[in-house]
């Protein structure tokens, strides 16, 4: 695979991650340690996530700028009129 799709997967996947745990989070018979564990998971994931947000998005914008920078214009040379003498 390349590394934009690996990016992209482990986006998706972590976004899946923090899914799970808020559902995790939300139940009501998890003990205080199971809460203290899910928040702790929240935590983990959404920093990876952001970092890779971050990762993708500066490729996005690196790649940008090739892509849709148009073709220099040809440069229009000075011309000067020169006396009959010359």
């Known amino acids: 695979m390349a590394e934009p799709e690996l990016l ?3 986006i ?3 976004r899946e ?3 799970i ?3 995790e989070l939300a139940n009501a018979s998890l003990t205080p340690f199971e809460r203290r564990e899910a928040r702790n998971r929240i935590t983990l994931c959404s920093t990876e996530l952001r970092r890779h ?3 993708a998005e500066l490729r996005k914008s690196r ?3 090739a892509e849709e920078q148009p073709a220099p214009s040809p440069v229009k040379p000075k011309l000067r009129l020169l006396p009959d003498g010359y």
């Open 53 to 55: 947000l971050a990762e």
């Open 8 to 10: 992209d997967r482990d």
């Open 17 to 19: 991650l923090l899914r």
């Open 21 to 23: 745990a808020w559902i």
């Open 63 to 65: 790649k940008q700028p």
């Open 12 to 14: 998706s996947n972590l």
